[in-house]
C-alpha cells in the first residue's frame, strides 16, 4: 500500500496527493471527490479501500485520515450538473474541485483510475488504486463517508425514498419508491430508469 508513495518520494516529490470519489453509480445525490496528503511516515494498516471495510470501520476512519492528514479537501457535484455534463465529466470536476482546495498544494496527483486535467502537476491514474495505494484508499475512506453523511441529510429531507438505507443506489427498495413517489428534487434524471 506504501510502495507507489515510497517510490515517488525517492524521486523528489514532497506532497503526493491520492484522489477518489463516491457516488459515480447511484440514481439520486451528488458525486463527491476528495483528495488527502498523508504526513511523512504516518501508517494505518486498517486502511483500504472503502469498499472493504464496514460501515463503523469508515467513520472510525475518517475521522483518523482527517485528524493526521497534512491536508485534506473534498469536492461535491451536484445532481444537476451531473445531468448537465454527465458523470465523467463531474467526477473530475469534483476531483478538481478538491485538489485545487489542498494547503499545501500536491506536486504530484495518484488517482484511481480517472485522469484528473490538472495541466501543471504530474499525476498517475492506477486501476484499483483505492485497494493498491495507500492515499488513494484514505481518499476514498472520505469521499464514501462525506457523500454517506449528505445521504442521511437527504434522506430526513425525502423519507419515502430510505436514502440512509441505499445512499442512492438503484437498490430493488429504491426502485420500488421511485415508481411509487416518482423522482424527487436530487434525483439524476438522465439516469435509466428515470431518464426513460
Do not use: W
Not at 469521499?143 to 441505499?166: C, E, S
Not at 445512499?167 to 420500488?176: A, D, F, I, Q, S
Amino acid at each position: 500500500m506504501y510502495k507507489q508513495e515510497q517510490d515517488l518520494k525517492s524521486k523528489g516529490y514532497k506532497h503526493i496527493c491520492g484522489v477518489d470519489e463516491a457516488g459515480r453509480g447511484p440514481l439520486a445525490g451528488p458525486v463527491v471527490a476528495a483528495a488527502v496528503i498523508m504526513p511523512e511516515g504516518y501508517r494505518n494498516e486498517l486502511i483500504n479501500d472503502s469498499k472493504q471495510l464496514t460501515a463503523m470501520q469508515r467513520e472510525q476512519l475518517f475521522i483518523d485520515i482527517k485528524n493526521n492528514a497534512l491536508t485534506y479537501a473534498v469536492g461535491v457535484v451536484l445532481h444537476s450538473k451531473i445531468d448537465e455534463i454527465g458523470i465523467l465529466n463531474a467526477t473530475k470536476l469534483a476531483m478538481r474541485q478538491a485538489i485545487n482546495k489542498l494547503n499545501p498544494r500536491p506536486d504530484f496527483i495518484l488517482t484511481d483510475a480517472v485522469p484528473v486535467n490538472i495541466m501543471d502537476i504530474p499525476q498517475m491514474p492506477i486501476i484499483k488504486g483505492d485497494a493498491k495505494v495507500f492515499s488513494i484508499a484514505a481518499a476514498s475512506i472520505i469521499a464514501k463517508v462525506h457523500r454517506d453523511h449528505l445521504m442521511m441529510k437527504y434522506d430526513k429531507k425525502y423519507p419515502d425514498y430510505n436514502f440512509g438505507v441505499h445512499m442512492g443506489y438503484g437498490t430493488e427498495v429504491h426502485l420500488k419508491a421511485i415508481k411509487e413517489h416518482g423522482a424527487c428534487p436530487i434525483h439524476r434524471m438522465t439516469f435509466s430508469p428515470l431518464s426513460e
